[in-house]
């Protein structure tokens, strides 16, 4: 099992993960680490990722890009509205108010939600994984920008869920980031210490966030963020239209007016914007056959860029001020600035920095992946199948929580949580009510960037007054959980039963048996309650031993309307998710398949024409009619057979492979055969070689005999025999014709002799007899008495050593010359 951290981009996306070596980020199927966030349809087919992105000019309207900031919003929010007009795909506003976008796809028209895309993306992402990882994605850790609102926040896990992903953890970008800089930091201070106080600025795509974070040695804690909707885009989209006034009056132009022209011009503009981040002096912009197949030049230095751009750096730089007020640091205070995302590169945002926190931008952190390695940490914490040294996050809530309920007395409203509330927590609301209760929680009026404030309705049934007709005790757990999320997590209501009986040292309970979770009123209640207090006259406290008093505990069912898909919802598009996966195996399969018809017709084309390698070894007739049929099988492949089934395609491949199979065989037959002879020919000459050296006496030979040498030489005449006749048999065959001797047979006839020969040659020598221990001893005496008698007993037992073995030699060979 594999934990992965995905940082969902709104132009992009990374994947890492966490292993025993460290976080690792993962390389698409384009060998990129950076996957755009793009969905296509072209036909039949899905195209996600890089794919989607390479063909956005040519296929704008059934590609999806720049969802992220779609989600959990409805089709009338002005953000949206906005974000619609510089869209090139189609939208529309569904029953529900959300938003619909229509693409063509399996030739039908069909309506997605951004949470279904944003699925899809998902599964391209997961699907990465698990091709780098060789193993199953079950859990991960997918971030959030700090500003997304509850109905975002629900989207988001909304869309994971459709795609199968298990989300340990929403976790917002900042923190992500923060985690990334101070897990590996060695040198934080302890925690009774001051903290290290850490500004992280994050310009991406198409947002800024800024981040104020405070270290300890284990942990981390967000002091403050601030954002604003303000990116790489925006930067883009002030030089397009900058250039497309240009060309407005110098070539009678109007991008703007043709959506495909302008994406390409965006494009440009966005590699410009890039390379003046690196260079000071005027750089060209050209692009042929721009429009009406005119070609458009032009150029611009950064000064000018900073100049048009005046009003983003304004933005970006109050932005940064805010966060300065609202963290209510000092710039002394502050150890140093981290930047991260891709705009943060721009040369006039570093000089801000610079400017307003008195630090120069710092780049420890790697700017496009520390969001996702961040992530990948969390995962690796949260995750059971993981060991990793602990590290503490403490969050922060973005906008300040209302919560309002109408009873008899009018509407009331308080406040739950202010902003930068710890996240998460978890607060306890005590009220009186003896009937049922509808409560809403909603964000504080305009401090979040949403024209709904809207978080959720909560109905508290079951609440009634106890025997007295009295209001009973109704806690309330409202939570900011670890996903930012706000909701009413549940609601008890403290039932209080008296009875006359005697107080019994057991308490009663509504079973026979105590139960967990049943509490005794105490004093601490607001309301106060009956029990005896110090001082009370005795006779007082002995009426009230007569009573007995008992609460229960009992949990409310809550009926909750808040933000997300309800549960049929789900499954149904988790299964039409489902469904498109398996659509596009097929598909993949069917192409795939059509593919390999292609490829085999344009293969065998250039192997039978007069300079192929089998045009040799194919009669002219067979090879006019096998054209006949390539050239048949290509009109069709792009007629009536552009979209048949995966069966059709692999049936006419089996036809034309049996057909051109046997030529095939044959030119390896014949081109193999050469080498082939060579090899038996030489298999022959090594082994009448080695006869010829036994007969020289050769010592590697001299302990074998003559009956295998004999043996060996019978089978290289044999060989050799075999040898003329196959090679005579081949002079008299055509190659258009299937040669009587097989490649294999000549390769058998090699292998047969060299097994033969080998098994005489490698025959090792017999070991040398070892003298009787006996005979050791006594020579060795001998030469202790007297040196030169030694030296002539040794020799003349030597002499008679080598005078037995030759009369044994002499009786071995009369014994074979008697057989």
């Not at 795909?89 to 997605?112: C, K, M, P, Q």
């Not at 240009?246 to 495909?260: G, N, W």
């Not at 721009?346 to 000089?351: F, S, V």
């Amino acid at each position: 099992m594999s934990v992965i951290g995905i940082d969902f981009g709104n132009e992009s996306c990374y994947v890492a993960v966490a292993k025993a070596g460290g976080i690792e980020t993962i390389a698409n199927d384009y060998s990129l680490r950076a996957t755009p966030a793009c969905v296509a349809f072209v036909g039949r087919n899905r195209v996600l990722g890089v794919a989607a992105k390479n063909q956005q000019v040519t296929n704008m309207n059934n590609t999806i890009g720049n969802f992220k900031g779609l989600l959990g919003r409805k089709f009338n929010d002005p953000y949206v509205q906005d974000e619609l007009r510089t869209l090139p795909y189609r939208t529309e506003a569904l029953s529900d108010g959300g938003i619909g976008i229509r693409v063509n796809y399996l030739d039908e028209e069909h309506v997605f939600t951004p949470e279904q895309i944003t699925a899809m993306l998902f599964t391209k992402l997961k699907d990465d994984a698990f091709k780098e990882l060789k193993t199953q994605i079950n859990d991960c850790v997918v971030t959030v920008p700090s500003y997304f609102t509850n109905a975002q926040r629900h989207a988001l896990l909304d869309a994971a869920n459709i795609s199968g992903l298990n989300v340990l953890r929403l976790m917002n970008e900042t923190t992500a980031t923060a985690l990334s800089y101070g897990f590996y930091k060695q040198d934080l201070p302890a925690s009774e210490e001051k903290p290290r106080n850490v500004i992280f600025v994050d310009c991406g795509h198409a947002s800024l966030q800024v981040s104020a974070c405070a270290f300890h040695k284990g942990s981390l804690k967000m002091l403050a963020s601030c954002s604003d909707a303000v990116g790489g885009r925006d930067f883009d989209l002030v030089l397009a239209t900058h250039f497309n006034k240009e060309f407005q009056t110098k070539y009678k132009i109007d991008a703007s007016s043709k959506k495909r022209a302008f994406l390409r011009l965006m494009a440009e503009v966005e590699k410009l914007k890039k390379n003046m981040s690196a260079n000071s002096t005027k750089l060209p912009l050209n692009i042929e056959c721009f429009m009406n197949e005119i070609d458009v030049h032009s150029s611009m230095q950064r000064s000018e860029m900073e100049e048009l751009s005046s009003h983003l750096f304004g933005r970006i730089e109050s932005t940064m001020r805010k966060l300065l007020a609202d963290s209510k640091l000092t710039a002394e205070e502050i150890h140093s600035v981290e930047i991260v995302g891709g705009s943060s590169r721009i040369p006039a945002i570093k000089q801000l920095i610079e400017q307003i926190f008195g630090k120069s931008a710092s780049t420890t952190l790697n700017q496009d992946e520390a969001v996702s390695r961040g992530a990948a940490l969390q995962c690796a914490i949260m995750s059971p199948a993981m060991r990793v040294r602990d590290f503490t996050c403490t969050d922060v809530q973005a906008y300040p929580v209302l919560i309002s309920w109408t009873d008899a007395d009018g509407a009331h409203e308080m406040k739950v949580f202010d902003q930068y509330h710890a996240s998460p927590f978890t607060r306890l609301l005590t009220v009186h009510r003896k009937e049922p209760l509808t409560i809403n929680l909603h964000y504080e009026p305009n401090s979040a960037p949403y024209p709904d404030v809207f978080i959720g309705s909560y109905h508290l049934k079951g609440i009634k007054p106890d025997t007295n007709g009295e209001p009973q005790e109704v806690k309330v757990k409202v939570r900011i959980n670890h996903n930012g999320i706000v909701t009413i997590l549940s609601a008890t209501m403290y039932e209080r039963k008296e009875s006359e009986e005697p107080a019994s040292p057991t308490p009663a309970t509504n079973g026979d048996q105590p139960k967990s979770g049943d509490a005794t009123q105490n004093s601490a209640s607001p309301q106060g309650d009956e029990s005896s207090k110090v001082g009370e006259p005795m006779d007082i406290q002995e009426k009230d031993k007569k009573k007995k008093v008992t609460t229960k505990q009992v949990e409310l069912t809550i009926d909750s309307k808040t933000h997300g898909f309800v549960h049929a919802d789900l499954s149904k598009f988790f299964e039409e998710e489902m469904k498109m996966i398996a659509n596009d195996r097929q598909e993949k399969e069917r192409i795939d398949a059509r593919n390999a018809l292609e490829e085999q017709v344009y293969e065998v084309r250039e192997k039978v024409q007069e300079d192929g390698t089998l045009h040799a070894y194919i009669d002219p007739q067979d090879a006019a009619e096998i054209c006949r049929e390539l050239e048949e099988t290509e009109n069709w492949l792009y007629e009536e057979g552009e979209s048949c089934e995966k069966g059709v395609y692999k049936a006419r491949l089996e036809k034309m492979r049996a057909k051109i199979e046997p030529v095939r065989n044959r030119c390896e037959e014949y081109s193999g055969q050469e080498q082939a002879f060579i090899e038996l020919g030489h298999a022959v000459q090594q082994t009448l070689k080695a006869v010829e050296q036994f007969r020289a006496k050769d010592p590697r030979y001299e302990h074998l005999t003559e009956t295998e040498m004999i043996n060996i030489t019978e089978a290289a005449q044999k060989a050799q025999k075999w040898y003329e006749e196959a090679r005579s048999k081949l002079v008299i065959v055509r190659k258009t014709e299937d040669p009587p001797i097989k490649l294999a047979d000549i390769r058998h006839e090699t292998q047969t002799l060299t097994t033969c020969t080998n098994s005489v040659l490698n025959r090792p020598k017999p070991k040398p007899q070892t003298p009787p221990a006996d005979q050791n001893q006594q020579n060795s005496s001998a030469g202790t008495g007297n040196n030169s008698a030694g030296q002539d007993s040794q020799q003349k037992t030597t002499g008679g050593d080598n005078q037995d073995s030759n009369t044994q030699k002499q009786t071995t060979e009369d014994s074979m010359d008697v057989e």
